[in-house]
């Protein structure tokens, strides 16, 4: 058997859709498991050791989708499978030539249009997003549950240069950037957590960045008064080797936080206009802090309302939830 597997970004989205291309292995272990996703998240998919081989989308132009369907229809594939739920990822499931297309349900789906390209569908209401995908394989035969995140060691110079500046220290890893606005807990806080986390748990807080979020950044390691170190420019590899090698990882609802997850670093995490129950941590261990029960607009970029939701959340109440995931200890297979 053939099998595409659509999915194509955000960076948080890929890592929920990774135990679905793990249990499809687990189904069948002789299958031919492509991938494909947009360029900008090529290298988180190509750790994932149960695919083989990663097709890739080089932009939006006429070009570049004519490349990858050509590509694509090369594999005669029996099954592609469209975790997205948008109208192009369902064209592209569709031109892979696929014998059947399988998605969501209408109403599970981001773009109702892209229902018409389907020829079977799933239910995913109500599930958080792992499951959701998961769900998407009963239409193949498949009931797992299993929740495994397969993906292959990596090196990294920025990990080796941290490690030789901090020597043995233990490391925190904080994580203030988000590409939604309304997901950003404010710099001074992420601060003063720095701080504390030094001083009560003897933690080197180490605060990543991403494309324009270094000045972000900074202005945390400034709030920290010295406790937090800037790190170096990371890719997304360098990220996975940071989670695995980090004691704990601090951010919001964003893809660096479900890296950590997926390789079981210890998280605490702050969800405001998302819900926990649908993207937050997969683990029972990690600790999340939530007012998305109390966002006057959630699923919003940014916020509308008189007063922030995530600006409920003090710093007491990052720092509990903190040693209560450093009490529980390590989860990690």
């Given at each position: 058997m053939n099998i595409l597997i659509v999915r194509l970004g955000s960076l948080g989205d890929v890592i929920?859709?990774?135990?679905?291309?793990?249990?499809?292995?687990?189904?069948f272990a002789t299958a031919r498991i492509d991938w494909l996703v947009d360029a900008p998240h090529?290298?988180?998919?190509?750790?994932?050791?149960?695919?083989?081989r990663v097709v890739v989308l080089r932009g939006g132009t006429l070009p570049a989708w004519a490349s990858a369907r050509r590509e694509l229809r090369a594999a005669r594939y029996d099954v592609a499978l469209d975790f997205q739920g948008l109208l192009k990822s369902a064209v592209l499931a569709r031109a892979s030539g696929?014998?059947?297309?399988?998605?969501?349900?209408?109403?599970?789906l981001r773009e109702k249009t892209a229902r018409f390209f389907y020829t079977a569908s799933a239910?995913?209401?109500?599930?958080?997003?792992?499951?959701?995908?998961?769900?998407?394989?009963?239409?193949?035969?498949?009931?797992?549950?299993?929740?495994e995140f397969p993906l292959r060691p990596v090196e990294s110079a920025a990990l080796s240069a941290?490690?030789?500046?901090?020597?043995?220290?233990?490391?925190?890893?904080?994580?203030?950037?988000?590409?939604?606005?309304?997901k950003r807990w404010p710099a001074g806080r992420?601060?003063?957590?720095?701080?504390?986390?030094?001083?009560?748990?003897?933690l080197v807080p180490v605060v990543l960045w991403g494309p324009g979020e270094e000045e972000l950044a900074a202005a945390v390691v400034a709030a920290s008064g010295g406790a937090a170190v800037l790190a170096p420019p990371t890719s997304v590899r360098d990220l996975v080797a940071f989670c695995r090698a980090a004691d704990l990882f601090v951010a919001g609802d964003t893809g660096p936080l479900h890296v950590a997850t997926a390789v079981g670093?210890?998280?605490?995490?702050?969800?405001?206009?998302?819900?926990?129950a649908r993207n937050g941590p997969w683990s029972s261990s990690d600790v999340f802090v939530s007012r998305a029960d109390r966002c006057?607009?959630?699923?919003?970029?940014?916020?509308?309302?008189?007063?922030?939701?995530?600006?409920?959340?003090?710093?007491?109440?990052?720092?509990?939830?903190?040693?209560?995931?450093?009490?529980v200890g390590e989860t990690r297979g």
């Open positions: 929920h859709a990774i135990p679905a291309a793990a249990a499809l292995r687990r189904a090529r290298d988180i998919v190509e750790l994932v050791t149960t695919l083989d696929a014998a059947r297309v399988v998605g969501f349900t209408r109403r599970d239910n995913g209401e109500g599930a958080h997003a792992i499951l959701k995908n998961l769900r998407l394989l009963q239409t193949l035969g498949i009931e797992d549950d299993g929740i941290l490690r030789s500046t901090l020597g043995g220290s233990r490391v925190a890893l904080i994580n203030p950037g988000a590409a939604w606005p309304n992420f601060g003063q957590l720095a701080a504390s986390i030094r001083e009560r748990h003897a670093t210890p998280t605490v995490s702050l969800y405001g206009p998302t819900d926990p006057g607009c959630p699923i919003e970029r940014s916020c509308r309302q008189a007063r922030w939701c995530l600006e409920e959340i003090t710093v007491a109440d990052v720092d509990a939830a903190v040693q209560r995931r450093l009490a």
